[in-house]
């Protein structure tokens, strides 16, 4: 087991104090590339139960992310969102979607995202 990025970990910790949205980050794992906007894994789990609960065939599963998250030690993951997967020209999906990266997972990274023009 990889040992994870010190300062990954202290910008996660800081955007779970502040319970701050605005940090953009762009990731590399296991050679996909991840860019968009840190939240607070509370904020993200409530988000995604919401998309949950309002699908007709997965809201069963939103109760899951209601769940508190456990809170020992330093986080140990980074929860996007509006984030896409950088492919080719194109993000996927196009308007954002939310994804959960365990840090010890991300072998590059770089404060702020990415986009793509056609221009």
């Known amino acids: 087991m990889s040992k994870p990025d ?11 104090s502040a319970h701050s949205s605005r ?13 968009g906007r840190l939240a607070p894994e509370s904020v993200w789990r409530k988000r995604v139960s919401e998309v949950l609960t309002d699908s007709a065939d997965l809201s069963a599963f939103s109760a899951v992310f209601d769940a508190p998250a456990e809170k020992d030690g330093p986080p140990s993951h980074l929860h996007f969102h509006v984030a896409r997967i950088l492919q080719g020209t194109m993000g996927i ?18 404060v702020g995202d990415f986009s793509y023009s056609d221009h």
């Open 93 to 110: 999906p196009e308007t954002g979607g939310m994804y959960r990266v365990a840090i010890e997972d991300v072998s590059a990274w770089t």
């Open 23 to 35: 940090m953009s980050l762009t990731v590399v794992t296991h050679g996909a590339v991840i860019t």
């Open 6 to 16: 010190e300062l990954l970990v202290d910008i996660a910790a800081r955007v779970e």
